[in-house]
């Protein structure tokens, strides 16, 4: 489950990953991170079975969590398939298919925006939380 981690300024510079694995035992992969000033974001990959656990303790610390159900959508009708967002993708979760149409693998995804500036057509985007 990808979860989508806000950080006020309250509590930006508290160790709150580091104390979510220790106090949980689950192991957090951080797939994108971001800090701009005062704030910042970080997208999780929890495993399912641990996600109730993880989300409890993250909240607790005061985090705002968001589950990232669909991490990115294309509109299929108007996309031109030229590929710009294959090459832009850095963890291969764009890529043609047999009939060299675009397809997008959303557990891959690192909700990273690289494919939304290629995209010379902008059908594809990020959704707003």
């Not at 992969?29 to 641990?50: H, L, M, T, Y």
């Amino acid at each position: 489950m990808k979860l989508l981690l806000r950080f006020n300024s309250e509590i930006i510079k508290k160790p709150i990953i580091a104390e979510a694995v220790l106090e949980t035992g689950v192991k957090l992969e951080i797939e994108r991170a971001r800090v701009e000033g005062p704030q910042g974001e970080i997208v999780v990959n929890v495993p399912d079975d641990s996600c109730r656990e993880v989300v409890n303790v993250l909240k607790r610390k005061k985090v705002e969590v968001t589950r990232l159900d669909v991490p990115i959508t294309k509109d299929e009708e108007n996309c031109i398939h030229c590929g710009a967002c294959v090459s832009a993708c850095p963890v291969g979760a764009i890529r043609y298919e047999y009939d060299w149409r675009v397809r997008m693998d959303e557990k891959l995804c690192v909700q990273c925006g690289n494919c939304v500036n290629a995209c010379p057509v902008r059908v594809i985007k990020l959704p707003e939380y």
